[in-house]
């Protein structure tokens, strides 16, 4: 079963949605605790408590599996974030909700976040581009919606005048860069830095007087 056939999508029980759940996590805990290289079928079936063959009937080739790990977690962050910015009442209070919800979403998924990762480094496309850097998607699908949220807050006075694209590409660089810190700092205080990043870019961002 492809995860591409329309048909079988549509057609899948509620067993089959749950199996390849469980495969899809199985998977996240492979590449977050062995990487890209070590990470296999027979790897995913041995932490499923599953046969080969199981895998292979819901995702074709390694690759499938792996699309499906990228979008069911940017899908999760997706539902945890939306309701969260659309509850804001400007473009400045969805602003700091896009921060503060992206932010506790990474610091509350590590391990989705470092398999996500893992993907995003190895994964390459036909062309021998990475495949998956910046979302399922790429990185303007990612990027357009909080381009033009800075667009829009600047349109309404809650913002300060800026290039908006470089702004957003600055914010997901602040963004993306918390795994770093994580990795590689053990006194790394998560509920601190959100707090800093997020009063960072209301003060870079902010209209004077506002």
Same mark, same amino acid.
């Given at each position: 079963?492809? &995860? @591409? @056939? /329309? &048909?079988?999508? %549509? ?11 469980? =495969?899809? !996590? ?9 990487? +890209? ?5 027979? /790897? ?11 895998? #292979? +009937? ?8 792996? @699309?499906?790990? *990228?979008?069911? $977690?940017?899908?999760? !962050?997706?539902? +945890? ?8 009442? &400007?473009?400045?209070?969805?602003? *700091?909700?896009?921060? %503060? #919800? ?13 398999? $996500? ?5 190895? $994964?390459? &496309? ?11 998607? !790429? ?11 800075? /667009? ?5 006075? @809650? ?5 908006? /694209? ?8 602040? =963004? ?16 601190? +830095? ?8 209301? %003060? ?7």
């Amino acid at each position: 079963m492809r &995860s @591409d @056939d /329309r &048909s079988a999508v %549509r057609n899948r029980t509620f067993t089959e949605e749950a199996r390849r759940a469980q =495969i899809v !996590g199985c998977a996240i805990e492979v590449l977050a605790k062995a990487g +890209y290289a070590q990470t296999s079928f027979a /790897r995913v079936a041995e932490r499923a408590g599953i046969s080969k063959s199981v895998i #292979s +009937y819901h995702f074709g080739s390694k690759e499938e599996l792996l @699309d499906e790990v *990228v979008r069911s $977690v940017y899908a999760e !962050g997706a539902r +945890y974030m939306t309701p969260r910015i659309m509850a804001g009442e &400007s473009a400045r209070d969805r602003l *700091v909700a896009y921060l %503060r #919800s992206n932010l506790e979403f990474i610091r509350d998924h590590a391990e989705a976040i470092a398999a $996500v990762a893992e993907i995003a480094v190895n $994964v390459r &496309s036909r062309e021998g581009s990475l495949r998956f850097v910046g979302g399922p998607d !790429g990185a303007e699908a990612g990027l357009k919606p909080l381009e033009e949220l800075l /667009r829009r807050g600047q349109a309404d006075g @809650d913002f300060a005048e800026f290039d908006p /694209r470089a702004m957003a590409w600055m914010i997901r660089n602040l =963004i993306d860069g918390t795994t770093k810190p994580r990795v590689l700092d053990p006194a790394f205080d998560f509920d601190s +830095y959100i707090g800093e990043l997020v009063g960072l870019v209301d %003060r870079a961002t902010r209209r004077a007087g506002a």
